[in-house]
């Protein structure tokens, strides 16, 4: 591979909620290992690995011009944008005009929301269900409305268009959030899915907010469909939010957009968004941009996409073959994956909770799945060098799944 993704960084006192978050307080972070064991961060959705030398690059470049006062976004910004949907995408109308600055996806669903509900108004989503989710919509006044999906007889998860229906019918909804790859489930869904999901939602006149921030993390080569583009309804429906943060590790400098094609609700979101008077864009977070939706990134993503790939066809094998009593779909995107552990612990008479904390005791620091409305379960990222994944399970082994 010409990009370096086996090193594994030392994070530690370098500002990284990951690995020096652990044990804060804060109620959904694993506590701290106990003696004798270094942590394997697998909970916050960021990755192990350095971004790619494009983006620092573009970065290093912009500071070589030591001033920073007020500034517009540059064309060049934009010419980017438009690039990576129509090269990675198959995206050909998209325009500046269609494209808004987010300081971050849930910031954007947020303001989706306040342009088409009002407080106390039912959202739709499915669970399990993304944390992010859960208290944007909450801290705002808005109530979920949580429509399961299912697991067919292939473990595939797939969505309940009946159930969907009935509760958009029964709960009133207006407006709907889709995650598109779905995050915990790491399903990439297919265009049927899509296009059957928003003929669903245009028969009740249910507005779509689509979070693709995964949209570029995709695993042994499943394609992305933008929900947009699968029919002339979802294209003046749907407010699409994007980033390049999951895909080049680049959450700590903020800096998400949306696509809207819709020139009515496009205003009123952006409307929405500018209320705070603090949605603005850091010059070094669109400088960071311009590198990662680059050629160069681009060939780093997709050896990304080749590593994550790796890692989570050895977590799903391992869990499949080692963990009798342990469930997990076979992830398609993201990197992501989320295993149901509620047959081995009524099996093994070891309650969840102690489940949770023999993984942190011995530094496997995977995600409660109660947070992700779906308890029993433990959501695993496997954002980190291979050889950390194989530690990992090297750990559940011998120390948890006894």
Same mark, same amino acid.
């Given at each position: 591979?010409?990009?370096?993704?086996?090193?594994?960084?030392?994070?530690?006192g370098q500002?990284?909620?990951?690995?020096d978050g652990l044990?804060?307080g804060m109620?959904s972070?694993?506590?701290r290992p106990?003696?004798?064991?270094?942590?394997i961060?697998?909970?916050?959705?960021?990755m192990?690995f350095?971004?790619?030398?494009?983006?620092?690059?573009?970065?290093?470049?912009?500071?070589d011009?030591?001033h920073?006062?007020?500034?517009?976004a540059?064309?060049?910004?934009?010419?980017a944008?438009?690039?990576?949907h129509?090269t990675?995408?198959?995206?050909?109308?998209?325009?500046?005009?269609?494209?808004?600055y987010?300081?971050?996806?849930l910031?954007?669903?947020?303001?989706?929301?306040?342009?088409l509900?009002?407080?106390g108004?039912?959202v739709?989503?499915?669970?399990?269900?993304?944390?992010?989710?859960t208290?944007?919509?909450?801290?705002?006044?808005?109530?979920?409305?949580? /429509? #399961?999906?299912?697991?067919?007889? !292939?473990?595939?998860w797939?969505?309940?268009f009946?159930?969907?229906e +009935?509760?958009?019918? @029964?709960?009133?909804?207006?407006?709907?959030?889709?995650?598109?790859?779905?995050?915990?489930?790491g399903?990439?869904?297919?265009?049927w899915e899509i296009e059957?999901?928003m003929e669903?939602?245009?028969?009740?006149?249910?507005y779509?907010?689509?979070?693709?921030?995964?949209?570029?993390?995709?695993?042994?080569?499943?394609?992305h469909?933008?929900?947009?583009?699968?029919?002339?309804?979802?294209?003046?429906?749907?407010?699409?939010?994007?980033?390049?943060?999951?895909t080049f590790?680049?959450a700590?400098?903020?800096?998400?957009?949306?696509?809207i094609?819709?020139?009515?609700l496009?205003?009123r979101?952006?409307?929405?968004?500018?209320?705070?008077?603090y949605?603005?864009?850091?010059?070094l977070?669109?400088?960071?941009?311009?590198g990662?939706? /680059? #050629?160069?990134g681009?060939?780093? !993503?997709?050896?990304l996409?080749r590593v994550?790939?790796a890692?989570a +066809?050895y977590?799903y @094998?391992?869990i499949?073959?080692?963990?009798?009593g342990?469930?997990?779909?076979?992830?398609?995107g993201?990197?992501?994956l989320?295993?149901?552990?509620?047959e081995w612990?009524?099996r093994?008479?070891m309650?969840?909770?102690?489940?949770?904390?023999?993984g942190?005791?011995?530094?496997?620091?995977?995600?409660?799945?109660?947070l992700?409305?779906c308890?029993?379960?433990v959501?695993?990222?496997?954002?980190?060098p291979?050889a950390?994944?194989?530690?990992?399970?090297?750990?559940?082994?011998k120390?948890v799944?006894?």
């Open positions: 591979m010409t990009y370096d993704f086996t090193s594994i960084l030392n994070r530690h500002d990284s909620i990951a690995v044990g804060d109620g972070s694993p506590a106990r003696e004798g064991f270094d942590s961060p697998m909970w916050v959705a960021d192990g350095a971004t790619a030398p494009s983006v620092v690059e573009a970065m290093r470049a912009r500071l011009q030591p920073f006062g007020y500034y517009q540059r064309d060049a910004y934009y010419e944008i438009m690039d990576w129509r990675r995408k198959g995206v050909h109308d998209l325009e500046r005009e269609h494209i808004g987010e300081n971050g996806v910031g954007g669903v947020v303001s989706a929301l306040g342009a509900c009002s407080p108004d039912n739709l989503v499915h669970s399990p269900t993304y944390v992010g989710f208290h944007a919509v909450g801290d705002h006044g808005y109530h979920l409305v949580h /429509s #399961p999906l299912v697991l067919d007889e !292939a473990g595939v797939r969505m309940d009946d159930d969907m +009935r509760r958009i019918v @029964e709960n009133h909804v207006h407006a709907a959030i889709f995650c598109s790859p779905h995050n915990p489930c399903r990439v869904w297919e265009r059957r999901a669903v939602f245009e028969a009740h006149d249910v779509v907010v689509s979070d693709e921030i995964w949209s570029d993390l995709l695993l042994d080569g499943h394609v469909v933008p929900t947009q583009q699968v029919s002339p309804w979802a294209h003046e429906h749907v407010v699409a939010l994007y980033a390049p943060s999951k590790n680049l700590g400098l903020i800096g998400s957009y949306h696509v094609y819709n020139p009515w496009r205003d979101v952006q409307r929405e968004g500018s209320l705070s008077h949605n603005a864009q850091n010059v977070s669109m400088h960071a941009l311009m990662a939706y /680059s #050629p160069e681009g060939e780093w !993503a997709d050896e996409c994550l790939s890692n +066809r977590a @094998e391992h499949r073959d080692t963990y009798p342990v469930t997990c779909a076979r992830a398609e993201t990197y992501v989320l295993a149901d552990c509620r612990c009524e093994s008479g309650s969840y909770d102690r489940l949770v904390r023999a942190w005791d011995v530094g496997v620091t995977w995600h409660d799945g109660r992700f409305d308890p029993g379960s959501r695993i990222a496997v954002s980190v291979h950390q994944v194989i530690e990992a399970f090297a750990r559940l082994d120390y799944f006894v």
